[in-house]
């Protein structure tokens, strides 16, 4: 198996401007199960073989669809979040950037009387390779197989993974949870799904500055997962008080600091590896041969 | 975007929580009849966007108008932990009985706002939390809700047991609720929340920091903007779609994505060598943001050599090198220059940079040592 999504997931598409409906493309031909798209004013159109809906309500009802994927421009995407809660859907991706943190607060404040997930905002998405992508990773540098990988970045997850495939590890599912402060599901609840799934043997922790994410996902590795997990932090050469690109990436007041995550993880007994090709190393050292 | 404390005052003001009735000035003239307009003695503070100002000495009692003026030129100009101080604060100097703590800032772990108070206010509120952290009482914010009075009563009741105080100070806090709410804002505080002679409650300094993501629905908020020098590049940078960070090294670096860069300047050093930036150009090919981020990054006098690493997700390798091609003929580049392409299409991507004259690598340490050893060679040292 893989976490959150698999080769049954129904995805509808929010926001079908120039990066959702390219993107809605490129899913349909990773092999994702995209049932439709929601944008206000197209409702009654065809694309890419996909029907159009106005609001996420009518498209849910007529596609049966369970995870929907944000492209939604920042100042509205807080309300499409809650729109696609509010139509029941139970996994919310949003790839969106740029959203105001205090919506943010709301949104998972909302999300959380709904019972729906979020991936994101700010990220992009999540991959189980060989059966679903929801997001706009470059499907190719995937391969199914043994590895959980989270993140809180993109490129950099493309970076992380392209070692993990090179070395025939390959990966059950990867994730990026975001580059905001505040977001959807965080470290934590990604390393518990990961504990949970059959596919996954270990997993790969993606971190950098900002926050405390980090320190607190170590401290729940040790305390409750059986399963091997290294890490990668970035960030170290960063100066105290510049955001660097990621919202959310930012040392504020002497806490968020790489060297304070590199202490956490290490004293948590997880390994931290120094460059992106370590980490593949500390896989295989971690599983030992298996 | 972080407010200079006579801005923050201001907002405060707007949302009723009582200050200083002082002025914002720019010279020692100035400084001079603002005291004698508001009476003597007065407070002269320096306006940077920093802390520490007291300690450094950018912040001056003065009796006469003509001790304000003495003072005021003596800070203006001082460079208070690199920040150059060319505006001045004068506010009318109040008996202070006891100094308090209150501010609000997004929690990342509860997803919410909170709000802090302590007794032990004057001082670095971090430095509280770190030696004395009983002293401080959290209150999270539902943010649905909103702060309610009877939590800002029951924060202000722990720090006043005298009723007249604790009710004023409860109000405050209602109001410091709704400036942080109204003005989209990551962190406000009162340090110090000033107890007066008289009984009263007043804030007697003002710190806020603004949500840039949100400031595109603040168009009055974002006007205030102060930039310092280092910020006024990285806002050139950010109107031309590019985010980025001036550090001190010589290897200048170009990025996609905002992790992948971090990730190449950690690998930089690493390796012995130091970045000379964190540039993020996103997920675009266009040229001219090449051409942008490539200007940017030769107008540093410090850099001698240029490392791009772009891994191709979405964006392909073969737009990048396109752009990348484009951007070079428009540039008269005296930098030595090495490519780090990956991803989707990177042979298209690398046959055409090398149809181009340039050589490109496809792993990021193999890319990151060349450069290193073209900066240590001299690189493009410039006079």
């Given at each position: 198996?893989?976490?959150?999504?698999?080769?049954?997931?129904?995805?509808?598409?929010?926001?079908?401007?120039?990066?959702?409906?390219?993107?809605?493309?490129?899913?349909?031909?990773?092999?994702?199960?995209?049932?439709?798209?929601?944008?206000?004013?197209?409702?009654?159109?065809?694309?890419?073989?996909?029907?159009?809906?106005?609001?996420?309500?009518?498209?849910?009802?007529?596609?049966?669809?369970?995870?929907?994927?944000?492209?939604?421009?920042?100042?509205?995407?807080?309300?499409?979040?809650?729109?696609?809660?509010?139509?029941?859907?139970?996994?919310?991706?949003?790839?969106?950037?740029?959203?105001?943190?205090?919506?943010?607060?709301?949104?998972?404040?909302?999300?959380?009387?709904?019972?729906?997930?979020?991936?994101?905002?700010?990220?992009?998405?999540?991959?189980?390779?060989?059966?679903?992508?929801?997001?706009?990773?470059?499907?190719?540098?995937?391969?199914?197989?043994?590895?959980?990988?989270?993140?809180?970045?993109?490129?950099?997850?493309?970076?992380?993974?392209?070692?993990?495939?090179?070395?025939?590890?390959?990966?059950?599912?990867?994730?990026?949870?975001?580059?905001?402060?505040?977001?959807?599901?965080?470290?934590?609840?990604?390393?518990?799904?990961?504990?949970?799934?059959?596919?996954?043997?270990?997993?790969?922790?993606?971190?950098?500055?900002?926050?405390?994410?980090?320190?607190?996902?170590?401290?729940?590795?040790?305390?409750?997962?059986?399963?091997?997990?290294?890490?990668?932090?970035?960030?170290?050469?960063?100066?105290?008080?510049?955001?660097?690109?990621?919202?959310?990436?930012?040392?504020?007041?002497?806490?968020?600091?790489?060297?304070?995550?590199?202490?956490?993880?290490?004293?948590?007994?997880?390994?931290?590896?120094?460059?992106?090709?370590?980490?593949?190393?500390?896989?295989?050292?971690?599983?030992?041969?298996? | 975007?972080?407010?200079?404390?006579?801005?923050?005052?201001?907002?405060?003001?707007?949302?009723?929580?009582?200050?200083?009735?002082?002025?914002?000035?720019?010279?020692?003239?100035?400084?001079?009849?603002?005291?004698?307009?508001?009476?003597?003695?007065?407070?002269?503070?320096?306006?940077?966007?920093?802390?520490?100002?007291?300690?450094?000495?950018?912040?001056?009692?003065?009796?006469?108008?003509?001790?304000?003026?003495?003072?005021?030129?003596?800070?203006?100009?001082?460079?208070?932990?690199?920040?150059?101080?060319?505006?001045?604060?004068?506010?009318?100097?109040?008996?202070?009985?006891?100094?308090?703590?209150?501010?609000?800032?997004?929690?990342?772990?509860?997803?919410?706002?909170?709000?802090?108070?302590?007794?032990?206010?004057?001082?670095?509120?971090?430095?509280?939390?770190?030696?004395?952290?009983?002293?401080?009482?959290?209150?999270?914010?539902?943010?649905?809700?909103?702060?309610?009075?009877?939590?800002?009563?029951?924060?202000?009741?722990?720090?006043?047991?005298?009723?007249?105080?604790?009710?004023?100070?409860?109000?405050?806090?209602?109001?410091?609720?709704?400036?942080?709410?109204?003005?989209?804002?990551?962190?406000?505080?009162?340090?110090?929340?000033?107890?007066?002679?008289?009984?009263?409650?007043?804030?007697?300094?003002?710190?806020?920091?603004?949500?840039?993501?949100?400031?595109?629905?603040?168009?009055?908020?974002?006007?205030?903007?102060?930039?310092?020098?280092?910020?006024?590049?990285?806002?050139?940078?950010?109107?031309?779609?590019?985010?980025?960070?001036?550090?001190?090294?010589?290897?200048?670096?170009?990025?996609?994505?905002?992790?992948?860069?971090?990730?190449?300047?950690?690998?930089?050093?690493?390796?012995?060598?130091?970045?000379?930036?964190?540039?993020?150009?996103?997920?675009?090919?266009?040229?001219?943001?090449?051409?942008?981020?490539?200007?940017?990054?030769?107008?540093?006098?410090?850099?001698?050599?240029?490392?791009?690493?772009?891994?191709?997700g979405i964006t392909r390798c073969d737009d990048v090198a396109n752009g990348l091609v484009e951007a070079l003929g428009q540039l008269e580049l005296d930098l030595p220059l090495v490519v780090r392409l990956t991803g989707t299409n990177e042979d298209q991507g690398r046959e055409i940079l090398a149809n181009a004259g340039i050589t490109a690598v496809t792993d990021m340490t193999e890319g990151a040592s060349k450069a290193l050893e073209l900066a240590s060679a001299g690189g493009g040292e410039r006079a």
């Amino acid at each position: 198996m893989s976490i959150l999504i698999d080769k049954d997931t129904r995805v509808i598409v929010q926001g079908l401007g120039r990066d959702g409906s390219f993107h809605a493309a490129q899913m349909l031909e990773y092999g994702t199960n995209v049932v439709g798209g929601v944008h206000p004013g197209r409702g009654g159109e065809t694309e890419s073989g996909f029907p159009v809906f106005n609001d996420c309500r009518a498209a849910v009802e007529s596609t049966g669809a369970d995870c929907s994927v944000l492209f939604v421009p920042a100042g509205f995407a807080a309300d499409a979040i809650m729109e696609a809660a509010d139509a029941g859907i139970g996994l919310v991706v949003a790839i969106s950037e740029g959203i105001p943190v205090l919506d943010m607060t709301r949104v998972t404040e909302v999300l959380q009387r709904k019972g729906t997930r979020l991936v994101g905002p700010n990220c992009p998405g999540l991959i189980s390779p060989g059966r679903c992508k929801v997001g706009i990773m470059p499907g190719a540098i995937f391969e199914e197989g043994r590895i959980g990988v989270v993140s809180r970045s993109g490129t950099l997850t493309y970076q992380v993974v392209r070692h993990v495939t090179d070395s025939d590890l390959g990966q059950s599912t990867a994730v990026g949870m975001g580059g905001d402060p505040v977001t959807g599901l965080g470290f934590i609840d990604y390393l518990e799904l990961f504990e949970k799934d059959d596919q996954t043997e270990a997993v790969v922790l993606v971190g950098e500055i900002g926050g405390t994410a980090e320190e607190r996902a170590a401290e729940f590795v040790k305390a409750s997962m059986s399963k091997p997990v290294v890490s990668f932090i970035v960030g170290r050469t960063a100066p105290p008080g510049k955001r660097m690109g990621h919202a959310g990436a930012i040392i504020s007041g002497g806490s968020g600091t790489a060297e304070a995550k590199v202490a956490a993880l290490t004293e948590n007994d997880v390994p931290v590896a120094d460059t992106t090709e370590q980490i593949v190393q500390l896989l295989q050292d971690e599983l030992g041969g298996r | 975007m972080k407010l200079e404390e006579f801005q923050a005052k201001k907002l405060f003001s707007r949302s009723g929580i009582p200050i200083p009735e002082g002025s914002m000035v720019t010279t020692a003239e100035e400084a001079r009849e603002t005291a004698g307009k508001i009476g003597c003695p007065v407070v002269v503070k320096a306006q940077v966007q920093t802390g520490g100002r007291g300690k450094a000495g950018g912040v001056k009692l003065a009796q006469s108008p003509e001790e304000a003026q003495q003072r005021a030129s003596e800070i203006l100009g001082m460079d208070i932990k690199g920040h150059k101080v060319k505006r001045l604060l004068v506010d009318p100097a109040v008996d202070i009985r006891g100094e308090l703590y209150a501010g609000i800032t997004v929690d990342r772990n509860k997803k919410a706002p909170v709000m802090m108070v302590s007794p032990a206010g004057g001082v670095d509120i971090e430095e509280v939390a770190r030696t004395t952290p009983e002293k401080i009482t959290f209150q999270r914010i539902d943010p649905l809700m909103g702060l309610q009075l009877f939590e800002a009563k029951r924060l202000a009741f722990g720090l006043f047991d005298e009723k007249k105080k604790a009710l004023a100070t409860a109000g405050i806090l209602t109001r410091l609720w709704s400036c942080f709410r109204d003005c989209d804002a990551s962190l406000a505080e009162i340090n110090p929340l000033a107890e007066l002679a008289d009984g009263g409650i007043i804030a007697l300094d003002a710190k806020i920091v603004l949500d840039d993501n949100a400031m595109y629905r603040h168009p009055d908020l974002k006007e205030m903007r102060l930039p310092t020098p280092d910020e006024e590049k990285e806002l050139l940078a950010k109107s031309k779609g590019l985010s980025y960070v001036q550090l001190e090294g010589e290897i200048g670096c170009m990025v996609n994505g905002a992790g992948l860069a971090m990730a190449t300047m950690d690998l930089i050093k690493h390796l012995g060598g130091r970045p000379a930036n964190f540039l993020d150009i996103g997920g675009s090919s266009n040229p001219q943001k090449v051409i942008d981020a490539m200007e940017l990054l030769v107008s540093d006098p410090n850099v001698r050599v240029i490392f791009i690493n772009v891994f191709g997700g979405i964006t392909r390798c073969d737009d990048v090198a396109n752009g990348l091609v484009e951007a070079l003929g428009q540039l008269e580049l005296d930098l030595p220059l090495v490519v780090r392409l990956t991803g989707t299409n990177e042979d298209q991507g690398r046959e055409i940079l090398a149809n181009a004259g340039i050589t490109a690598v496809t792993d990021m340490t193999e890319g990151a040592s060349k450069a290193l050893e073209l900066a240590s060679a001299g690189g493009g040292e410039r006079a």
